[in-house]
């Protein structure tokens, strides 16, 4: 049985896709998506804010506007146009994803959970994140920022040492996902974590679903 209310997964659908379309921050790889821009601002994204990738994504994308020229590649190019972002061992495994999408996937970034987590360096999260943004495929989302959302709206908390591989927390993402505007709810949701419902001092005030939020109201 779900702890959700049908009328509050409603309102907060509902609330959180409302405050995306007037508010939230639209981001270079939420336009003009393709499986190939999602899985280069997914790498890009790794342990690093938004707000600092936006100015790498576009010069990678100048340099590599393609999946075709991204497959040609060169290493030393990448931690180039990276280096600003620090973590640069994301260019060795942009490197060996470009090989095995060569070598085994006919020069196409798989459109199948299986297949994108055979890739070297993706896990559950980016494959669902490059299925629903580059395939429009209607996946649920788990990172820490909806675990933090989740926690504080709902009074849900993880059991599991490592929350983003529990599956109830998933349960809940995928019960939450709407059937339709999918791809804008996990958009919206994303936002609403990184840009209002702060780890530290988040924005309460101005938060869309403090009606419902059961830490606001606490």
């Not at 921050?25 to 999602?38: A, G, I, L």
């Not at 590599?64 to 060795?92: C, H, Q, S, W």
């Not at 629903?132 to 495929?137: A, E, H, I, S």
């Not at 530290?200 to 419902?212: A, D, E, F, G, T």
């Amino acid at each position: 049985m779900s702890v959700l209310s049908k009328k509050k997964k409603n309102e907060f659908q509902s609330s959180v896709l409302k405050w995306y379309s007037a508010n939230g921050v639209k981001y270079p790889w939420c336009e003009k998506r393709t499986p190939y821009r999602v899985l280069i601002s997914e790498f890009l994204l790794v342990r690093t804010k938004a707000s600092q990738v936006k100015t790498v994504f576009e010069q990678f994308m100048i340099k590599y506007p393609t999946l075709d020229e991204f497959l040609k590649m060169e290493i030393e190019m990448v931690e180039e146009i990276i280096k600003p972002l620090g973590l640069l061992f994301r260019a060795n495994y942009l490197k060996h994803i470009a090989e095995q999408i060569k070598n085994d996937f006919s020069n196409t970034i798989p459109d199948n959970f299986s297949d994108l987590k055979s890739l070297q360096g993706i896990g559950d999260y980016t494959a669902n994140a490059i299925l629903c943004f580059g395939y429009n495929q209607r996946r649920p989302l788990i990172d820490t920022n909806y675990i933090r959302l989740y926690k504080r709206v709902f009074n849900i908390k993880s059991k599991n040492k490592n929350p983003k591989n529990d599956k109830y927390l998933w349960n809940i993402s995928e019960e939450l996902l709407p059937e339709a505007n999918y791809v804008e709810f996990n958009y919206a949701t994303l936002n609403l974590g990184v840009n209002i419902c702060l780890n530290n001092n988040p924005k309460c005030k101005i938060c869309p679903v403090q009606k419902i939020c059961y830490y606001y109201n606490k």
